[in-house]
């Protein structure tokens, strides 16, 4: 999917029903923070960089958390958001879990630790229980 593009989710189990929408908007790498993303990677040349997200409820409600991100990169690795936070993260920064209710979204910036001459091919969805993860190209710099 492309950036902007919505994924209807939708929960069939009877005993927590939850219908709703997720979207990538944005990704932007190299912003400065006083933390080191090379230090929290442990390795020289990363730099930070983040998804903006936005999840809604149409009905029901519905909780997750960041652990259902990655970002994806062609030779088939794959980064975890970043543990830490920063009073200078870029904001609003995603919340580390969230429930969302009918009516009600959360959205965000979602920090990574990247390599910084690479650039990833997507951002990947998978929460527990989903077989195939959704994806969002990351488009060209």
Do not use: H
Not at 52 to 58: A, E, F, I, N
Not at 95 to 106: D, L, N, Q
């Amino acid at each position: 999917m492309a950036f902007g593009t919505t994924w209807r989710v939708q929960n069939t189990d009877p005993a927590k029903p939850f219908e709703g929408s997720l979207t990538v908007l944005d990704y932007k790498q190299g912003f400065t923070s006083v933390g080191k993303a090379s230090e929290e990677a442990g390795e020289p040349g990363y730099v930070w960089a983040y998804a903006d997200l936005k999840l809604c409820g149409t009905r029901g409600s519905y909780t997750d958390n960041t652990t259902s991100w990655t970002l994806y990169y062609g030779d088939g690795g794959r980064i975890n958001p970043s543990s830490s936070t920063y009073s200078d993260f870029p904001k609003p920064e995603f919340p580390f879990e969230v429930t969302v209710t009918a009516g009600k979204c959360a959205r965000g910036k979602l920090a990574f630790a990247v390599p910084g001459t690479e650039r990833p091919e997507s951002v990947l969805y998978q929460p527990d229980g989903l077989d195939e993860p959704r994806e969002w190209i990351v488009p060209k710099a």
